[in-house]
């Protein structure tokens, strides 16, 4: 039944209908929609409502039976959407526990579904405490330091628009902190690399971390993605052992292996990950890209004090 409603045309015309509102769509408008989705806000909100789907799946009504189905479907594609960075690994237990549910339910073997309800449950609020906390700045050590070194791509170099001024410049201006930026336009974690040899050694340094859009939107894999991280990471903690801060990407659908290898690689080498939802605020704001990537001068602006509020944290209070 569900496959012939797929084929049918019905079905096909609200999807061209569906794709026609979207071809048709500015940039703006669906950026705002997706601004849940790229920060991993919704994610929350599609776990906590899995939840109550499945708690209301197991009552013994068929309405609710019904019901738990269609708010279960809808959370798990608001989860896989949301592209939450965990290992493929926590996605299959969590998977195999609520299996066990539905199957136990469907068998009518209640003590299978019990237990597996208990099971999903604990890992399911596991899963949510840890999110939770993937989006709440770190807890760092505040010191003085002479500089910042920024590495980065043209949302940090910009793209060479007359009289164009980006956000370091903004930054630099409004706090009074030396920023060197290094960054260039179309940088990838590995042609990165190159802009670490403007570091010096020596001295109280902090250095920022921009870098990887044009890895997830291009021919990079993850794999690739996170031994070239890793090598632009390597780099610089030769150049300094002080604070290093990396912000998370906004992951698009199906790309949470980018966001799990800036993970992974932020707690192998104590890098401080300022979570996605920072930087996606910014790119999700109306008029504050051109094109979706690459910042207008609003976007500029609104880059430079999302930093400073990141940064901040770095510097005593007397700074």
């Known amino acids: 039944m569900i496959f012939g409603f797929f084929i049918s045309g019905r079905c096909k015309t609200e999807i061209f209908h569906f794709w026609g509102y979207y071809r048709n769509m500015d940039v703006d408008t669906f950026l705002a929609m997706m601004y849940p989705f790229l920060s991993g806000m919704a994610f929350l909100g599609g776990t906590v409502f899995l939840m109550i789907a499945v708690g209301i799946y197991r009552l013994r009504f068929k309405w609710t039976k019904v019901m738990g189905i269609l708010w279960g479907l809808l959370a798990l594609m608001v989860i896989v959407v949301s592209a939450e960075p965990l290992l493929f690994r926590v996605y299959s237990i969590w998977g195999i526990a609520l299996a066990g549910v539905v199957i136990g339910s469907i068998t009518k073997k209640r003590q299978l579904s019990n237990w597996s309800h208990v099971v999903f449950n604990v890992i399911t609020l596991v899963i949510l405490m840890q999110a939770i906390n ?92 996170y031994d070239n991280l890793e090598r632009l990471i390597e780099a610089i903690r030769k150049k300094t052992d002080g604070p290093v801060v990396m912000l998370e990407l906004p992951l698009l659908p199906f790309k949470n292996q980018f966001g799990m290898a800036q993970r992974q690689i932020a707690r192998k080498y104590s890098i401080n990950l300022a979570p996605r939802r920072y930087f996606a605020k910014v790119l999700c704001t109306p008029g504050a890209t051109r094109d979706g990537a690459h910042l207008t001068p609003e976007g500029h602006q609104l880059m430079a004090q999302m930093m400073q509020q990141i940064v901040s944290k770095y510097f005593n209070p007397a700074d």
């Open 134 to 225: 993937k989006q709440q700045l770190p807890v760092v050590f505040q010191g003085d330091y002479d500089e910042i070194y920024l590495i980065g791509d043209s949302v940090s170099a910009g793209i060479g628009g007359r009289d164009e001024i980006i956000w370091p410049a903004i930054f630099e201006q409004e706090t009074g902190c030396r920023v060197i930026n290094a960054a260039v336009a179309g940088a990838t974690a590995e042609s990165a690399l190159e802009q670490v040899d403007q570091i010096k050694e020596g001295g109280k340094k902090l250095v920022i971390v921009e870098i990887g859009g044009n890895d997830l939107l291009g021919q990079a894999t993850p794999s690739d993605y």
